[in-house]
């Protein structure tokens, strides 16, 4: 599968692929001097077990395909082959 843009939908550093001059809530968030996340370049698809962080093992959930440098706040990314 091809990286695309769209698969950093959610990720925290998403706010990046917004453009120059992007703020996400005025007054809190500093403005974006960029016009792509700094992660996106050097990316990869891999897949991963996206966990909530208040979830015990087993992760019984199925992998899923995201970029190497997706963060989503409250989870955590897991290989798929690691085990408990």
Same mark, same amino acid.
């Given at each position: 599968?091809? !990286? =695309?843009?769209?698969? #950093?939908?959610? #990720? ?6 917004? &453009?120059? &001059? ?6 809190? %968030?500093?403005? $974006?001097?960029?016009?792509? #996340? *700094? &992660?996106?370049? =050097?990316?990869? $698809?891999? !897949? !991963?077990?996206? $966990? =909530? ?5 087993? *992760?019984?959930? !199925?992998?899923?395909? $995201?970029?190497? #440098?997706? =963060?989503?706040? &409250?989870?955590?990314?897991? %290989? ?5």
């Amino acid at each position: 599968m091809r !990286k =695309s843009k769209k698969m #950093c939908a959610g #990720c925290r550093n998403n706010r990046y692929n917004m &453009g120059n &001059g992007f703020v996400e809530r005025a007054g809190i %968030d500093a403005v $974006v001097t960029t016009d792509e #996340c *700094w &992660g996106f370049q =050097s990316a990869t $698809v891999v !897949k !991963k077990k996206m $966990v =909530s962080i208040h979830q015990r093992p087993p *992760w019984n959930q !199925k992998p899923t395909k $995201v970029l190497s #440098c997706f =963060s989503q706040s &409250g989870y955590v990314a897991i %290989d798929p082959n690691q085990t408990c």
